[in-house]
T-cell receptor, first 115, second 118 residues
Framework: NAGVMQNPRHLVRRRGQEARLRCSPM?????VYWYRQLPEEGLKFMVY????????ESGMPKERFSAEFPKEGPSILRIQQVVRGDSAAYFC?????????????FGPGTRLTVT | AQTVTQSQPEMSVQEAETVTLSCTYD???????LFWYKQPPSRQMILVIR??????QNATENRFSVNFQKAAKSFSLKISDSQLGDAAMYFC???????????????FGKGTHLIIQP
């Protein structure tokens, strides 16, 4: 059973470009969480999605950031018009259902560098 | 909102010795989950151990155990017989039983960098 997959592992973008980060949850998992890790920091929750629904986006910056989890295909975290401050590692986690008793399984992360 | 504090940015221990990593948290909730995650240089987040707040018994996983002091809001991780492969960043994390307003996500501390001296 493959784990959570994220691609690309490394992404370099110039200021003003768009970044698209993809996350394929574990097989059978329909809940996805996105986190951001700035240098020397812990992970910060961004957004929680189920298939075709955003459940909780309270950790997402209000502008330039969006996330989706379509019925088919991976979850996408999209950052428009990237700035240097967006440089970070972005982690995706998945769980088979919502609720505290279900563990979140993490992917390897995507390291975004904005030049 | 909950906060998690790890006051030790870096710890060093001799191989085969025991080390304890500290974590305190702040919450007004009575039931919640606490976790320790390991992040090696590969950056993969690996769950080390989990504790349910309603359980008084401290969780253990092989060489890893916790000292959970609910009244003091303290959740330390003890690693016995340290091995070179234990070298990593260790993050303490909190999860609420509620949902919405960010509660579905884990709240992480800033981490402790553990160095194992051969």
């Amino acid at each position: 059973n493959a784990g959570v997959m994220q691609n690309p592992r490394h992404l370099v973008r110039r200021r003003g470009q768009e970044a698209r980060l993809r996350c394929s949850p574990m097989k059978g998992h329909s809940h996805v969480y996105w986190y951001r890790q700035l240098p020397e920091e812990g992970l910060k929750f961004m957004v929680y999605l189920q298939k075709e629904n955003i459940i909780d986006e309270s950790g997402m910056p209000k502008e330039r950031f969006s996330a989706e989890f379509p019925k088919e295909g991976p979850s996408i975290l999209r950052i428009q018009q990237v700035v240097r401050g967006d440089s970070a590692a972005y982690f995706c986690a998945s769980s088979p259902a919502g609720g505290t008793r279900y563990e979140q399984y993490f992917g390897p992360g995507t390291r975004l560098t904005v030049t | 909102a909950q906060t998690v504090t790890q006051s030790q940015p870096e710890m060093s221990v001799q191989e085969a010795e025991t080390v304890t990593l500290s974590c305190t948290y702040d919450t007004s909730e009575s039931d919640y989950y606490l976790f320790w995650y390991k992040q090696p240089p590969s950056r993969q987040m690996i769950l080390v151990i989990r504790q349910e707040a309603y359980k008084q018994q401290n969780a253990t996983e092989n060489r890893f155990s916790v000292n959970f002091q609910k009244a003091a809001k303290s959740f330390s991780l003890k690693i016995s017989d340290s091995q070179l492969g234990d070298a990593a960043m260790y993050f303490c994390a909190y999860r609420s039983l509620n949902s919405g307003g960010g509660a579905d996500g884990l709240t992480f501390g800033k981490g402790t960098h553990l160095i194992i001296q051969p």
